[in-house]
């Protein structure tokens, strides 16, 4: 199957990294501080998946913020919540901005987990809480479709973790005009030789999932692993312990590799 060099394939048994692990902070104070934005008044699922799935992978300290409508509705197991405004549907509103960059301005990273509703209001409010941050984000399941207008600011950012459908994937080339088609069919190595092709143009790292094997791409390498729970994908929990392994470690590709092995 391996056919670039720039294409190391890790075996789920066997990390290609294992230096990731053995050089986790043993103290939770050097782990970072992950803030994770989500949920809306009809769900915060992800937010509370991730929450928990943070701690696991070993983030050291972590806090949720949320639309104030949920303060009644979150369980008491997310003991580090904030209430931000929300507006009439129910999602974050553009008097969010403050409490964003607030919880910015204390985190390490920034995971953008999902169930953010489809308000344009909230849309504006995650562009311009993205266009004002310079730590790492993650994005994933509706989180990134949210915010498509700004992908072309997402894949100049040297700090951005996109983990995503193959569909979704498809959707980001064609926001930035990337000039390659991606489809369903195509074969495993031409999406390796895409991806690397694509994190040479620009610097954001991709995680996604094709036949089977997740593939995580980053300044032209690329890893991939054969994968058998594509719901830890869609509920979350592969974005939530890659954003967590990025706190601490400072090489992306090695990083979010080790995250889905541990």
């Known amino acids: 199957m391996q056919q670039f060099p720039y294409w190391q394939i890790q075996n789920p048994d066997k990390p290609l990294f294992p230096d990731v692990e053995w050089n986790k902070p043993e103290q939770r104070s050097l782990r970072g501080k992950l803030g994770i934005i989500g949920g809306n008044k009809l769900g915060f699922a992800g937010v509370a998946e991730a929450y928990g799935t943070t701690y696991a ?5 972590v806090k949720v913020l949320l639309p104030d409508v949920l303060r009644k509705t ?31 301005a204390w985190s390490t990273g920034i995971l953008l987990i999902g169930d953010a509703g489809r308000s344009s209001e909230t849309t504006v409010v995650y562009d311009d809480f993205i266009a004002s941050y310079g730590g790492w984000i993650t994005l994933t399941r509706d ?5 498509r207008r700004s992908a072309p600011t997402m894949v100049e950012r040297p700090n951005t973790l996109y983990v995503l459908s193959f569909a979704q994937l498809q959707k980001l080339f064609q926001d930035v005009y990337y000039p390659k088609i991606l489809t369903f069919s195509m074969q495993l190595s031409q999406l390796v030789e895409n991806l690397h092709k694509f994190t040479l143009s620009y610097p954001v790292t991709i995680l996604t999932l094709h036949q089977g094997q997740l593939v995580i791409a980053h300044d032209g390498k690329v890893v991939t692993q054969k994968w058998d729970s594509p719901m830890a994908i869609w509920r979350g929990q592969t974005a939530a312990r890659a954003a967590s392994y990025l706190l601490w470690h400072p090489k992306p590709l090695e990083a979010i590799a080790a995250s889905i092995q541990a």
């Not at 197991?77 to 509103?93: K, R, V």
């Not at 989180?143 to 915010?147: E, M, N, P």
């Open 143 to 147: 989180a990134a479709d949210l915010v």
């Open 74 to 104: 979150i369980p008491p197991a997310i003991t580090e919540a904030i209430f931000a405004p929300s507006n009439i549907s129910g999602s974050l509103s553009r008097e969010a901005l403050h409490d964003m960059q607030a919880l910015g």
């Open 57 to 61: 992978a070993g983030a050291g300290e």
